[in-house]
């Protein structure tokens, strides 16, 4: 059942990807931002919420799945960490069958494309709506465009961009929706904020919007009329 079959109700979110991508990092940020936990827990400090096991403490590695949940924006929120190191990945079986959405985390790393190729085609197979969660992009040499290219081998499906980073002096400090066509800026401890863009950065929002809607259009008939209408779409529309 697709996240978007059931009109209300709480949403059970998967979070998978290969070892050592930052899933349980990105678990903590969730509950942290979504005031679950009062504080983010670091891997290293072994205070997250995840990974609580002492056998996954002492080898700073998610050895079963996690369970954790919360609100946001009405929405009540179950999700599971799921291992990404192969000799536990039998305990992400039994729980996609059961999940709305898959959150895969990945990184520009192509060592582990391998197992992103077969955490993709295993979500594809079993037909689980899916999004691509990009780490560690404050320490990648690659650009999203250049990290999006490298991991779209291991997708049966065209990966496009649904938000761009806005950077500031050097660092991410927020994003622009594509969809939405919408700038945010990170505010510690707080909902993002609305920002108007740059005239650079309008002009990077345009330019990957039209990539964007013109890989969707090859599966969206309505969409694919619009652009050869050349008829802006809607913002969120669709999405």
């Known amino acids: 059942m697709g996240i978007g079959s059931r009109v209300a109700g709480p949403r059970c979110i998967a979070l998978v990807g290969p070892f050592a991508s930052g899933k349980t990092t990105v678990l903590e940020a969730i509950l942290a931002r979504t005031g679950a936990v009062s504080r983010q827990g670091t891997i290293s400090e072994k205070n997250t919420v995840g990974d609580a096991s002492p056998e996954a403490r002492a080898h700073q590695m998610t050895v079963e799945a996690n369970i954790a949940e919360t609100e946001f924006m009405g929405d009540r929120l179950t999700i599971l960490d799921c291992p990404g190191s192969i000799e536990f990945a039998f305990e992400a079986e039994a729980i996609l069958g059961g999940v ?3 959150v895969v985390v990945a990184e520009a790393d192509e060592k582990k494309i391998p197992a992103l190729q077969v955490i993709l085609k295993s979500l594809e197979d079993r037909g689980i709506p899916r999004i691509l969660f990009l780490n560690k992009m404050d320490k990648a040499d690659a650009g999203v465009r250049q990290t999006l290219s490298l991991l779209q081998p291991a997708s049966g499906v065209p990966l496009v961009l649904r938000h761009i980073p806005i950077w500031q ?4 400090g927020g994003f622009i929706d594509l969809a939405l066509e ?3 800026v990170y505010r510690e401890h707080a909902a993002s904020e609305v920002v108007d863009l740059s005239t650079d950065e309008k002009t990077r929002e345009v330019e990957a919007r039209f990539r964007m809607l013109e890989t969707l259009a ?5 969409l694919m009329e619009q652009l ?4 802006e779409p809607a913002p969120g529309g669709g999405f």
């Open 100 to 102: 709305d959405l898959a």
């Open 169 to 172: 002096n050097g660092v991410v």
């Open 182 to 184: 919408r700038g945010f």
């Open 218 to 222: 090859d599966y969206d008939d309505q």
């Open 228 to 231: 050869l209408g050349e008829i």
